[in-house]
């Protein structure tokens, strides 16, 4: 029981990264997918998540940049992350859970607690 985050690197301001959540060993159509990052220094926060019905929600603070997408076939989920910032770097990591934590959980940290599957993380450096 896995999940799996590729795609992060070091970027420039400006430029965009597509990351990617790629699950194994549980039924990946019956869970909600939720991306975090964390800053350095700091805990993670909730920015995007996916239903198993394909609603997407973002945070307030960044859903102008970010497009959240589901490959049910290849058990993937894919974050698009736009117009890169320097404060957008970060370890950004995928978890899977309950439907009824997208999108409780990107305001919710107590919530956080039952997402049953978590990913170590790609890391994004946003160069200036």
């Known amino acids: 029981v896995q999940l799996v985050e590729s795609g992060g690197g070091l970027v420039q301001v400006g430029e965009s990264l597509k990351l990617s959540c790629a699950a194994s060993g549980f039924t990946f159509d019956e869970s909600t997918i939720v991306w975090f990052r964390r800053a350095p220094g700091k805990e993670d926060v909730g920015i995007s998540c996916?239903?198993?019905?394909?609603?997407?929600y973002y945070a307030d603070s960044m859903k102008d940049r970010l497009t959240i997408s589901a490959d049910n076939a290849k058990k993937v989920v894919y974050l698009e992350v736009n117009t890169l910032k320097p404060e957008d770097t970060g370890n950004y990591r995928c978890?899977?859970?309950?439907?009824?934590?997208?999108?409780?959980?990107?305001?919710?940290?107590?919530?956080?607690?039952?997402?049953?599957?978590w990913g170590r993380g790609t890391l994004v450096t946003v160069s200036s």
């Open positions: 978890a899977a859970g309950p439907n009824y934590l997208c999108p409780s959980s990107l305001s919710n940290e107590a919530l956080t607690r039952y997402l049953r599957v």
């Open positions: 996916i239903t198993t019905e394909g609603y997407t």
